[in-house]
Structures are given as structure tokens and as C-alpha cells.
């Protein structure tokens, strides 16, 4: 019996052997401790979306952790980015008039290159995120748009974090 009661702290400590905290970076981004987000591009038509593209990867940078956020001149790498497409898609039309949306789903693409900051030639990861976000059409279309696109922006970025921060 005390065997047994010796033998269960053993068996409760063990189960929890392979659960590891932190750490989690793909091993080609080991090295790297902070990354520089300059101002991304934007090949959109929507005016000042860069910025916000920017702000929102940066914020998504701050929350995960797992990389800090420095200048160019101080950073182990450089994030480029542009703001690539800003769709939109009905998801509800009007009862009566099919082709009138009510409700619309707005969808950002971000296409982003991490590169060494060392050597500006040598891509780390790449590849692209999206986010999106639901907006009903009011009288003014076009402030429900500029509202939406915030959110759509931050859940771009928490993929593109996602993505760097644990390779997935």
C-alpha cells in the first residue's frame, strides 16, 4: 500500500512529461528575438489601409510575446509586407430584392517576406494571411467599410503572428 502511494506522485508528474511552455518557434526562426515591422505597402485602392495593416501586425506582435518589437537598425529581422486585396462578399440579401446586400463579409490579404536584417537577401519565411470581418450595409456604405476593415486587418495579423511565432 505504501508503495502505491509512493508510486502515484511519480505517476501524475510523468504524465505531464512532454508539455512544454515557450519555445515553440519553427527552428529556422530560433535565432531570431525581435523583428522590425516598417510600414507596409499597399496595393489597394482604399486610402491609408497601409497604416492600419501595420498597426494591426504590430499589435498581434506585442500581444503573442514571442517576438519583441525593435527598429530596423536593432532588429535580427525585417518584416515587408503589403496589403495586397480587400474583398468583399454578400452573405445576406434583401427578402425582396436579392441583389441588394444586407449584410456583406469583407476579406484582407496580406503578402509578407520575412528577411534578415543582416542580409536583406536572405528570406526567412514568407507567405500570406487573411482576416476578415462582417459588416451590415447601412445608408452610408462606405463608413460601414472603414469600420469593418479594422477587424479584418487584426485577424490578418494574429495569422501572420500565428504563423511566424509557431509555424503554424
Known sequence: MKFAALLAPVFLLASC???QLGNTKPASLAKVK???VPMFSNSTLHPRAEALATSAVANAFVQDGTYRIGKSDHADAVLEGTLSSIDYSTIRGSRLDTMLPEELENTVTIKWKLLDARDRTKVLASGS????SQLFVSSNLQTSRNNALPEALERAGEALVSRL???Y
Do not use: D, R
Not at 494571411?129 to 476578415?132: I, L, M, N
Open 17 to 19: 512529461a512532454g508539455y
Open 34 to 36: 525581435s523583428i522590425a
Open 165 to 167: 511565432a509557431n509555424g
Open 129 to 132: 494571411s487573411k482576416g476578415s
